[in-house]
């Protein structure tokens, strides 16, 4: 078994950095980690698509510190509940996933994953499927289960709320996935959980089913999220999210293309650079430093992570040469178009075959008009030549004499 590291500096850190809350509190999760005691915690991941995600990997960070200190880490992998959809944050019930769609999509996960978490040696973080334990559950099991949580308490989400409001149908299944998660906990007989605060009502849960079902304190640690200036957080379902598998040259574009507003939020739960050194970097975006040098720096600190020192350097350099220096790709066809909206431009210059192609790239984050990034469909372009990109190779310059 191995030793914990109860060092208070390391501890005061881990509890602090990117952390919204902890429950019951943290200063009982504190005394419980400086007391030396090894506890086992797990963070859950349902593989609904097919790579993990920055704000996936914000959460295996954290899981990466515990793991650190010496604790028992659990990589669980939702492919049961991943069928079922969590319905959080969602207005709609989610459309249910086959198991064969699940199994193809987790088939990388722990791959990905392992660019942060240690799978080997002699703490190796353990990864576990729900299926193991959910799906062996009878109707019976599955009764007792439901009568641990009221409809009540149900009722009290925000997004149930909401729909009830609007009409919108709330489906047994979707009461039913706050207590497959929470269950979880007790399957595994952990001590803390750690997730995204979207997460909380879900976490809660697991925390009430251990006090009944296993008489046991189980802890709870929210992570902030990473959210783009309208409070939306980057991820699958906003199409603005930076998968782990892609390139270093794609996660460093896809940075530069954040919003100002996200810098010094990305800076603290997203790279390891000291929050006086992120301090340091606020002040001086208050007094009217260029905050793309900043989101430069970002870049390059993601990309270490996720890659390593040289790809970071290199795609550093990359993005210098095409964008800053205006290099840019060589031998660019120019085309000279009439109409000045983006979609119609997009069609007519041959970057993609057909306006709804056009409109799904742009909603993806995937176009950027001479080096911003454009989620607008209804976009249209100054008179004169821009430069457009869609993806990391493709581009086009166009002439637009007389819009419409």
Not at 173 to 179: A, Q, R, V
Not at 227 to 254: C, R, W
Not at 341 to 365: C, F, P, T, Y
Request: aromatic share 6%.
């Amino acid at each position: 078994m191995s030793k914990t590291i109860i060092d208070e500096k390391q501890i005061d850190h881990l509890l602090s950095r990117g952390v919204e809350m902890v429950y019951p509190t943290r200063e009982e999760l504190k005394k419980k980690l400086m007391s030396g005691e090894r506890i086992k915690l797990y963070c859950g991941f349902d593989p609904t698509g097919p790579t993990l995600h920055i704000g996936h990997g914000n959460q295996i960070r954290k899981l990466a510190e515990f793991q650190a200190l010496g604790h028992e880490v659990v990589f669980l992998i939702g492919d049961f509940t991943a069928m079922i959809g969590d319905p959080t944050d969602k207005d709609a019930a989610r459309t249910q996933l086959t198991k064969k769609e699940v199994l193809a999509n987790l088939k990388n996960y722990k791959k990905q994953a392992s660019t942060i978490l240690d799978f080997k040696g002699k703490n190796a973080a353990k990864v576990e499927f729900n299926s193991k334990w959910l799906g062996k559950m009878n109707f019976e099991d599955v009764l007792e289960l439901a009568s641990k949580m009221t409809v009540q308490r149900m009722v009290e989400r925000d997004m149930f709320q909401k729909r009830l409001e609007d009409g919108k149908p709330i489906y047994i299944h979707e009461f039913m996935y706050p207590l497959m998660q929470g269950y979880d906990s007790v399957a595994m007989g952990v001590d803390l959980e750690i997730g995204g605060s979207d997460q909380t009502f879900n976490m809660l849960a697991g925390r009430d089913l251990m006090k009944s079902i296993s008489k046991k304190e189980k802890f709870v640690l929210t992570l902030r999220l990473l959210t783009d200036p309208t409070g939306k957080k980057m991820g699958k379902t906003e199409g603005n999210m930076i998968s782990l598998d892609q390139s270093a040259d794609e996660m460093f574009g896809k940075v530069m293309s954040w919003s100002d507003e996200m810098i010094l939020l990305a800076f603290e739960i997203c790279t390891d650079v000291s929050m006086e050194e992120i301090n340091k970097i606020g002040d001086q975006m208050k007094e009217g430093a260029n905050p793309r040098d900043f989101k430069l720096q970002l870049a390059q600190e993601m990309v270490k992570i996720y890659k390593n020192d040289k790809e970071a350097a290199q795609a550093q350099e990359n993005f210098i040469n095409l964008f800053q220096k205006k290099e840019g790709p060589e031998n660019v066809e120019s085309i000279k178009v009439e109409s000045n909206k983006l979609v119609d431009v997009m069609v007519e210059s041959g970057l993609v075959d057909s306006n709804s192609q056009a409109k799904r790239d742009i909603k993806q984050g995937g176009v950027k008009v001479n080096e911003k990034a454009i989620d607008d469909i209804n976009a249209e372009l100054d008179l004169g030549e821009s430069l457009i990109q869609k993806g990391k190779r493709h581009f086009v310059k166009v002439v637009i004499a007389n819009g419409k």
